[in-house]
């Protein structure tokens, strides 16, 4: 079947795009799929049963054993049965579990033969697999053979056969597609799915430990079951195949146990908080119910779960930002997943000694809330970090003093750490720059105009000799210009501090933001070189330098302006010995 259908060379795992598939393609893949999970579905059983009728001494051909798989395959599916007018609704989850991965694994193989589209192929795999294995179903029910004793009513037929086969395959369909493209979908869905996969997990396996425990310590009253049912070697298979048929149930059972819960046979039940003994069983996993009172250290066992709320808050971590809520969707579908097995797992026994068999749905989803949920919650919340991309400086006043410190320590990489930092600062400084423009241009016009009428001053010589005198600073500020070049158009690697004495801080009067104070001499590590402040060209035009915001910035100009006096001092010597001269 699959040699016939298969695409072209494609990656493993990847969706098969078929430009020459038709309707009739389509419906090929379809039904071949469909139908072929329940042709091996029901191939699978046929061993079984007839193993079954085998070691109880009845005589077996190949119709009986056919015959006495369908009664089988309709329990798989979770149709309840009528054994000799007897309810039977306690069902084998093993042969169900077998029928799940049949039919995943055929809708997974469907979905990918049509493209892997959850819009357009998704729907119609999901649709003919349910009905194939409903309309089976109806069909099979309708003709039990009458020898069997077995009935089973159509209409459930449908509707059981339709639901767990459409699950089945709902599986398949999301291991081939994966995460649907909806926007509604959240992208984190499908980390939650993998938490709640491992805290399920850990809970199946808590009561698979719980069960292995209760068979290991009433192993006596087993040995004594297969005595009175199975006294010789083939009784003994056939028993411990159903007792393996019935094994997922009992284990269902241990987690109900674990949880607190617990379960009950008929008038016994069992859980960690007491135990009411009932008419003993010979059926194995029957005979291995504690009948003796709880030992205190029994209440040990819901330690497990909350372990296991531990873990799978310690997964959901991994989510980041979303930890939360990934795992809260993880505990809450692991809570109604466990609900649903507890009554799955459960039922009618033929209205004997040991009926009911019930496992309480409606205490085990509170319990896993509590003991798994709130665990896991907390895991979550109390390991909260900050969040991601959040700067821990935020609320800092000065975040550069540490790498000023570190360039006055290692003089080499001083001019690496102030380019660094005047980098760092760009965008804020250019901000401030564009809020006070416009009044820098009116101040800008008076000042030219002043500055004409007035004579210019003759020397800067003579630097800090009177109190009454302006420091070179002081006269440089005089001639200040504002950058006519808009912010968008300024280079991106400029240097945000001046390059030559020409340029100017603003006035403390033209903005409200302070300047920062003048630099002491103590303040200036020697070792910084003049080229700190980043090697960046500075373009022709005027720009307005922004003001310095941390001490590194600050003594970087301090050294330039301080290098520039020094520079323009030399030359004016120079100019007046030429003129002596």
């Given amino acids: ?24 393609d389509r419906l090929r893949v379809l039904m071949a799929g469909a139908m072929g999970t329940v042709i091996v579905s029901y191939a699978l059983l046929v061993p079984g049963a007839a193993a079954v009728v085998l070691t109880a001494g009845a005589d077996v051909s190949l119709d009986s054993a056919f015959a006495a798989a369908i009664p089988l395959w309709l329990a798989a599916h979770l149709i309840p049965l009528a054994l000799g007018g007897q309810p039977l609704s306690v069902l084998p989850l093993l042969p169900t579990l077998l029928v799940v991965g049949v039919v995943a694994v055929g809708a997974g193989w469907a979905v990918r033969r049509l493209g892997g589209h959850w819009r357009t192929d998704a729907g119609a795999v999901l649709a003919t697999f349910a009905g194939a294995h409903s309309a089976v179903a109806v069909l099979g029910s309708a003709l039990l053979p009458r020898a069997t004793e077995v009935a089973a009513a159509p209409w459930a037929a449908l509707v059981s056969s ?27 869905a499908g980390a939650a799915l993998r938490t709640g996969a ?14 292995l425990g209760s068979l290991l310590l009433g192993a006596p009253a087993v040995g004594d079951a297969y005595a009175d049912l199975a006294p010789d070697p083939g009784s003994g298979v056939g028993l411990t195949l159903l007792a393996l048929a019935y094994l997922p149930n009992a284990v269902v059972g ?56 531990a873990l799978t808050g310690v997964v959901a971590r991994r989510a980041g930002d979303h930890a939360m809520p990934v795992a809260g969707v993880a505990v809450a579908g692991t809570a109604a997943v466990v609900g649903l097995l507890g009554a799955l797992a459960g039922g009618r026994l033929a209205a004997g000694p040991y009926d009911p068999v019930r496992i309480p749905a409606e205490l085990l989803v509170p319990s896993v809330l509590l003991l798994v ?18 700067d ?19 003089p080499e990489d001083a001019a690496e750490v ?110 910084v070189p003049v080229e700190a402040a980043g090697t960046a060209d500075v373009p022709d035009v005027d720009e307005e330098p922004p003001a310095p915001r941390t ?31």
């Fill in 392 to 410: 821990p400086y935020e609320y800092e006043d000065d975040v550069e003093e540490p790498s000023v410190a570190v360039a006055a320590d290692e």
């Fill in 198 to 211: 491992v805290a399920l997990t850990g809970l199946v396996g808590l009561g698979a430990l719980a069960l």
């Fill in 418 to 527: 102030a380019g660094a930092a005047a980098v760092a600062a760009d965008g804020t400084a250019r901000e401030r720059v564009a809020r006070r423009r416009p009044a820098l241009r009116d101040r800008r016009g008076i000042r030219e105009r002043t500055r004409a009428d007035a004579p210019a001053p003759a020397s800067i010589e003579g630097e800090g000799e009177g109190e009454g005198e302006e420091s070179p600073v002081e006269e440089v500020r005089e001639d200040v210009s504002v950058d006519e070049v808009p912010l968008d158009e300024a280079p991106a690697e400029e240097s945000p501090v001046p390059e030559t004495a020409d340029e100017e801080w603003p006035d403390e009067d033209d903005t409200d933001e302070e300047r920062p104070a003048e630099a002491t001499a103590d303040e200036r590590p020697a070792a």
């Fill in 373 to 390: 949920g709130v665990p896991a919650l907390l895991v979550v919340f109390l390991g909260r970090g900050r969040a991601p991309g959040e």
């Fill in 551 to 581: 001490v590194g910035e600050l003594v970087a100009l301090r050294a330039r302006q301080a290098a520039e006096r020094a520079a323009r001092e030399s030359a004016d010597g120079s100019a007046d010995r030429s003129a002596d001269g």
């Fill in 254 to 309: 241990g987690v109900s146990w674990v949880l607190g819960p617990g379960f009950s046979v008929g008038s016994a039940s069992v859980s960690p908080f007491g135990v009411s003994p009932g008419e003993p069983s010979v059926f194995p996993l029957f005979a291995a119910l504690p009948d003796a009172p709880t030992p205190v250290w029994a209440l040990l066992a819901l330690a497990g779960p909350i372990a296991v709320g």
């Fill in 1 to 24: 079947m699959t040699r016939t259908l298969d695409a072209p060379d494609h990656e493993p795992g990847g969706s098969v795009v078929r430009p020459d598939a038709d309707g009739f």
């Fill in 162 to 188: 339709g639901l767990v086969a459409g699950g089945a395959a709902t599986l398949g369909v999301v291991r081939v597609c994966g995460r649907p493209a909806d926007p509604r979908v959240p992208p984190w």
